[in-house]
T-cell receptor, first 112, second 113 residues
Framework: DAGVIQSPRHEVTEMGQEVTLRCKPI?????LFWYRQTMMRGLELLIY????????DSGMPEDRFSAKMPNASFSTLKIQPSEPRDSAVYFC??????????FGPGTRLTVT | KQEVTQIPAALSVPEGENLVLNCSFT??????LQWFRQDPGKGLTSLLL?????REQTSGRLNASLDKSSGRSTLYIAASQPGDSATYLC????????????FGTGTRLLVSP
């Protein structure tokens, strides 16, 4: 198995632009997690899907952030409009059990 | 609210030294605790998972302990090597309240040859 796949690996965009991050979970895993990692705040859970349904989105910082999981093999995290404070590394993780999560390599987002 | 703390934020040791990384958590009703390794520019890799019914887990040169009553976990690395240089994060999981991993901010370890 290729593990969790994220794209792009790096994204540089200007403030105000729309950003879409993509994730392909490990086949057979029924839970998917989006995290954000910054030096100041560490690793924060943004949203958690189970069987393609959002279960907990309390970590989504504001309405500019949205996430979808149209099927078991694909999820997106969208930021519109993006702001410099959104610069971070965004990780996707998948699991068959909530606490046993496998992480992707991350997308490093820079908003100028 | 469940919180996880790691101290120190960074640690530098010479090769061959035994070392201990510390993790503390606020809610003793923890379900399990994991230690992860993160290399620069990479995702997290799970190293050890300790269930609440266990006191410790071992994998090679790594040994992790869990003391629920004191709210502490330690990761012991024996005979450290330069390849152990990475950031180590601990994460707690509780089944009450929000069922999600709660991460510490990590300890950045540098092992010098």
């Amino acid at each position: 198995d290729a593990g969790v796949i994220q794209s792009p690996r790096h994204e540089v965009t200007e403030m105000g632009q729309e950003v879409t991050l993509r994730c392909k979970p490990i086949s057979g895993h029924n839970s998917l997690f989006w995290y954000r990692q910054t030096m100041m705040r560490g690793l924060e859970l943004l949203i958690y899907f189970n069987n393609n349904v959002p279960i907990d989105d309390s970590g989504m910082p504001e309405d500019r952030f949205s996430a979808k999981m149209p099927n078991a093999s694909f999820s997106t995290l969208k930021i519109q409009p993006s702001e410099p404070r959104d610069s971070a590394v965004y990780f996707c993780a998948s699991s068959a059990r909530e606490y046993e999560q496998y992480f992707g390599p991350g997308t490093r987002l820079t908003v100028t | 609210k469940q919180e996880v703390t790691q101290i120190p934020a960074a640690l530098s040791v010479p090769e061959g030294e035994n070392l201990v990384l510390n993790c503390s958590f606020t809610d003793s009703a923890i379900y399990n605790l994991q230690w992860f390794r993160q290399d620069p520019g990479k995702g997290l890799t799970s190293l050890l998972l300790i269930q609440s019914s266990q006191r410790e887990q071992t994998s090679g040169r790594l040994n992790a302990s869990l003391d629920k009553s004191s709210g502490r976990s330690t990761l012991y690395i024996a005979a450290s090597q330069p390849g152990d240089s990475a950031t180590y994060l601990c994460a707690g999981f509780w089944v009450t309240g929000f069922q999600k991993l709660v991460f510490g901010t990590g300890t950045r370890l540098l092992v010098s040859p």
